[in-house]
Nanobody
C-alpha cells in the first residue's frame, strides 16, 4: 500500500504563486510516475501534470504549460507542483496520484488540497 499526503494549498490572489507538495509513504519503491490532477466544483477531474520517477521526464496539460512546474525529490519520495501566474480558473481541489507501472493507471490518490485563486 501507498499513502499520499498533499500540502501547500490555500488562498492566493490572481497572479500569485503557490507550491504544492505530496509526500508518499509505504511501498513507494515501485513508483513509475506521479501526477497532479484537479477538480473544480461541478467539473470532472482533469490532468494537470506528471513526472516519470526514474527519468524526471514531465508532461503538462495545455492549460498550465509555462505556468506550472512539476518536480520530484526521489530521496524524500515527494513530488511538488510549483504554480505561478495563477488564475481564478485554477481554483480547484488538487490531488496527487501514484502510478506503479505503465498501463495500470493511477492506483493511489491523496486526499486533496484546496487551491483558491481570487480575482
Amino acid at each position: 500500500q501507498v499513502h499520499l499526503v498533499e500540502s501547500g494549498g490555500g488562498l492566493v490572489q490572481a497572479g500569485g504563486s503557490l507550491r504544492l507538495s505530496c509526500a508518499a509513504s509505504g511501498r513507494t519503491f515501485s513508483t513509475w510516475r506521479m501526477g497532479w490532477f484537479r477538480q473544480a466544483p461541478g467539473k470532472e477531474r482533469e490532468f494537470v501534470a506528471h513526472v516519470i520517477w526514474s527519468s524526471g521526464r514531465t508532461s503538462y496539460a495545455d492549460s498550465v504549460k509555462g505556468r506550472f512546474t512539476i518536480s520530484r525529490d526521489n530521496a524524500k519520495n515527494t513530488v511538488y507542483l510549483e504554480m505561478n501566474s495563477l488564475k481564478p480558473e485554477d481554483t480547484a481541489v488538487y490531488y496527487c496520484a501514484l502510478d506503479s507501472r505503465p498501463g495500470e493507471g493511477y492506483e493511489y490518490w491523496g486526499q486533496g488540497t484546496q487551491v483558491t485563486v481570487s480575482s
